[in-house]
């Protein structure tokens, strides 16, 4: 996925003054910041302000990194705990507790996913993803859009890799149930 041996290159030289290697490290993971935050959050501003947050932990905490993990799990597992924090912070719980509905025409899970070519499926997927509890939308945006294993999405949340199934398994009933209303 990435070059470690860069990362950490950039890492180095940056904790001996180098300002432009943050600058790079920035540069390189800035867009991959914000649609993380922007999905975890479903807010354009939102996501802006989490990308400054990330970028100023980063700035302010690379002496902490470890080199246990790369340094793009370690910016994931970052801007993941800074768009939680902030949905706590905004008391968006409210907005997702819905009721369970039956609905026994479940379309093929597979079908949504290679179906997201199409803008409508793609705007209604990202206001469904809305309804989600934030540890269900996590699992699913890390699989389906960052194409993360479930190893390397444990690495990062710290949750077992069974947890994580349990959460993209009710993540994805929900959402082909919510995707399949009204059609």
Not at 17 to 26: Q, T, V
Not at 32 to 51: C, F, P, Q, S
Not at 125 to 131: D, F, R
């Amino acid at each position: 996925m990435t070059d470690y041996s860069s990362e950490y290159l950039l890492v180095q030289k940056f904790l001996q003054g180098d300002e432009s290697a943050f600058n790079r490290l920035a540069l390189k993971y800035q867009e991959k910041i914000y649609w993380h935050a922007r999905r975890m959050t479903g807010n354009h501003l939102d996501a802006d302000e989490i990308v400054q947050e990330v970028l100023l932990v980063m700035y302010k905490k690379l002496n902490t990194f470890k080199y246990s993990s790369s340094v793009y799990t370690w910016i994931y597992k970052i801007t993941s705990t800074r768009s939680l924090n902030l949905l706590k912070r905004r008391k968006l719980k409210e907005i997702f507790s819905f009721e369970d509905r039956d609905n026994n025409d479940l379309k093929n899970t597979e079908d949504i996913i290679a179906n997201l070519e199409t803008k409508e499926t793609f705007q209604k997927l990202e206001k469904v993803l809305q309804k989600l509890p934030a540890k269900q939308r996590e699992v699913f945006i890390f699989r389906n859009y960052d194409q993360m294993s479930y190893e390397e999405i444990s690495e990062i949340t710290g949750i077992s890799t069974g947890g994580l199934k349990a959460n993209y398994f009710h993540a994805m009933k929900k959402i082909t149930e919510w995707m399949n209303e009204n059609d």
